[in-house]
């Protein structure tokens, strides 16, 4: 025999509140649902998002691979030879 009263009080509209305004409505087990983040503040979503370039991260990947300005070319270590990849042309 299934048992009764298993389940939580299921509130089908349900405020969600950010920064002391409701922002949305939705299906939860409690009546109010309180946020930090939604997708109206997230950066990601607002489109104020940056990319913060830390001690130069990017520039010095760009100089790596080789997809920075023109004289990132001349900043970029040369590429490594394999020696035995050499000696094996060599000896065929």
Known sequence: MPKADIHPTWYPDAKVIC?????????????????????????????TQKILDTEGRVDRFMRKYGMGSANADADAPAPKKDAKKSDAKADS
């Open 19 to 47: 920064n002391g305004e409701v922002v949305m409505t939705t299906g939860s087990t409690t009546p109010e649902l309180h946020v930090d983040v939604w997708s109206g503040n997230h950066p990601f979503f607002t489109g």
